[in-house]
Each structure stands twice: as C-alpha cells, then as structure tokens.
C-alpha cells in the first residue's frame, strides 16, 4: 500500500520513529490504530505514560485498566459499576470494557503489574497499608 504524505507529517513520523526507536512503519499502524479506535468511541483518548500510550477516558483521566478493576471489584456487575463510578457515563464504561474485550492481554498485564507494584509498595511502606 502506498500513502502520499505531505513533507511535516513525513517529518513528524520520523521523529517519533526515532524517538521511540522503532520502525517507521510500527509508528504508523500505532496511530492509525489510535486513529480509528478513538473515531470508533470518541470518549477514549491515548496518552503517553510512563510505560508508554496508554487507553484513558477522556475527560475524566482514568486510565481502562482502573475501570476494569472497579468493574471486577463489583463483581463484573454492569450496574454496579454506573453506581460505583457515577461520575463516567455509560458510553465511557462501555468504551473501557469494550477496549479490555479487544486487547485483554494488555489490560490483565497491566492489572497484574498494578498488583506487583502494590505489594511492593505495601512491603516497603506498611504504615501505607493498615492491615484491619
């Protein structure tokens, strides 16, 4: 397949491809990815963090894995996380469980580093984690 791009994108992407050290063309199918996923559900957004882009609800910065994780706190239980999470509309609580449908290896992954780092954090600052 063969794209004319005018001359700043071809810059830009070959500044992100270094940045990021990457091939173009990796750098490219992540932004149409990106691209088409947030035309497809327009409350998600990327953003970058600290272990790269990452899935969030726009306009209210939590990231999907913590919306899975509230959603599997109440049991997988749709109602329970709308009442949970009143502030997100349905359409953004959909978004997210319909982002950890599409890529659940990456949003387990996640929740399960979330948890490491949770009991690492527990182990180093137990004053943190009153155990009641």
Do not use: N
Not at 50 to 73: N, S
Not at 85 to 92: E, F, K
Not at 109 to 125: F, G
């Amino acid at each position: 397949m063969s794209v004319q791009l005018p001359p700043w994108i071809q810059g830009e992407l070959k500044r992100l491809a270094a940045g990021e050290q990457r091939s173009w063309s990796a750098v490219v199918r992540d932004l149409l990815d990106e691209a088409l996923w947030m035309r497809r559900y327009p409350v998600s957004v990327f953003v970058d963090g600290p272990t790269g882009r990452r899935p969030v609800l726009a306009g209210a910065g939590l990231e999907v894995w913590e919306v899975i994780r509230a959603y599997k706190d109440c049991g997988e239980d749709f109602e329970k996380i709308k009442e949970t999470l009143d502030w997100l509309s349905p359409w953004q609580l959909r978004d997210a469980l319909h982002y950890w449908h599409l890529y659940p290896e990456e949003i387990e992954e996640e929740l399960r580093q979330q948890e490491e780092l949770k009991a690492q954090a527990a182990e180093l600052y137990p004053h943190l984690f009153p155990r009641l």
